[in-house]
């Protein structure tokens, strides 16, 4: 029988709590029950309302989302607080939730290893301010800045923005999935060629355009949702043989028309 507590044990030992970004508020988000036998886990990049329904509903016992649940102090726990209507039904449900966003996304094999593999470009070294060694400096073959767009929207669906030189000659890409326009100082550092990540910011693209560095902005949700389902499905089937692992039906809830 494996339990919420083993889970977690289990990926806290992978990704340790050290990993996490000082500002992070990520681990064991919502548990009644520790010992809770877990026959379902349910993934989600986000905890809305839609998923928590779906867990509930569908009779899952435990939520592992790549973003916190709870990232700001809840202020008060009543019906009128949306930000804590979400953790009190869970709560009530019995259903268990665990987020590991910035450790995750620093450690080995975690979203950014694995959206590097996904892209079929190699990871050379972690990168980012100190602290915070969440980015992958990697390399690729031979292709340009247009090129590297077109494979990104292949395999990830991506709508990508690009702000550069389409045709500029891409051997470094620095990579962060999710929020990155704090790492674009960082990229331009290492001398990267191009600095794929999921939210760029217009201002800065165009300051690292203005610098010759390439910035392709392919989507919060898009460089982060495939890397997690994939990691973390392959993680969990492997570790725990009779636990079924499912992927929310919820989606995006942000749209590009």
């Excluded at 966003?101 to 972690?126: C, K, M, Q, W, Y």
Aim: charge should be negative.
């Amino acid at each position: 029988m494996s339990t919420v507590k083993d889970i977690y044990s289990f990926l806290d030992g992978l990704y340790p709590r050290t990993l996490s970004c000082e500002w992070d508020n990520d681990g064991l988000m919502v548990c009644r029950n520790s010992e809770r036998e877990v026959k379902r886990v349910l993934l989600a990049l986000d905890v809305t309302r839609k998923v928590a329904d779906e867990a509930i509903s569908g009779g899952y016992d435990l939520i592992i989302s790549h973003h916190p649940l709870i990232f700001r102090p809840l202020k008060q726990l009543s019906e009128e607080y949306s930000g804590a209507l979400i953790p009190m039904k869970l709560f009530s449900a019995g259903v268990s939730v665990i987020s590991l966003h910035t450790r995750f996304d620093a450690g080995e094999g975690g979203i950014n290893d694995t959206l590097a593999a996904l892209l079929g470009i190699d990871v050379i070294s972690p990168f980012g301010p100190d602290g915070e060694k969440c980015g992958r400096l990697c390399t690729t073959s031979e292709t340009t800045a247009h090129g590297l767009c077109n494979k990104i929207k292949e395999t990830l669906g991506a709508p990508c923005v690009l702000c550069g030189n389409p045709e500029k000659e891409i051997r470094t890409v620095a990579l962060l999935g999710g929020d990155g326009k704090s790492f674009i100082s960082e990229a331009l550092k290492v001398g990267a060629d191009a600095f794929v990540t999921g939210a760029s910011g217009y201002n800065a693209a165009l300051e690292a355009a203005d610098r010759e560095l390439a910035v392709i902005d392919a989507g919060h949700y898009h460089t982060e949702f495939l890397p997690l389902v994939q990691r973390m499905t392959s993680l969990i089937s492997s570790a725990f043989a009779d636990v079924s692992v499912a992927v929310s039906g919820a989606g995006c809830e942000i749209s590009c028309f």
